[in-house]
């Protein structure tokens, strides 16, 4: 069963940076399509990043295109989610997403707050 242990959340001032980690178990993650996704209080989840198996194709949302960057690595079974030029915005809680085929996993979650 595949699990996912996200990490690097916390409190930042508009404008610095946070990067997001994933770490999933097992061996299926060359496998796995994943993605990052957030939910502020009061309002539904949504989609942030995503990124292929291969890394061959990135999708993000147009609310954070240039400010924020998903990559993997394959080797140590962990998606990243590098963010730049934070936002009050951008305050959410982040989750991380693993599918293969219709399985959808999701991960804990991991509080993001932008404020002076």
């Known amino acids: 069963q595949v699990q996912l242990v996200e990490s690097g959340g916390g409190l930042v001032q508009p404008g610095g940076s946070l990067k997001l980690s994933c770490v999933v178990s097992?061996?299926?993650?060359?496998?796995?399509?994943m993605g990052w996704y957030r939910q502020a209080p009061g309002k539904q989840r949504e989609l942030v990043a995503e990124i292929t198996r291969l890394a061959d194709t990135t999708t993000y949302a147009e609310s954070v295109k240039g400010r924020f960057t998903i990559s993997r690595d394959n080797d140590k079974n962990t998606v990243f989610l590098q963010m730049n030029s934070l936002k009050p915005e951008d305050t959410a809680v982040y989750y991380c997403?693993?599918?293969?085929?219709?399985?959808?996993?999701w991960g804990q979650g991991t509080q993001v707050t932008v404020s002076s």
């Open positions: 097992g061996n299926a993650f060359r496998s796995l399509n």
């Open positions: 997403k693993a599918q293969l085929l219709g399985i959808i996993r």
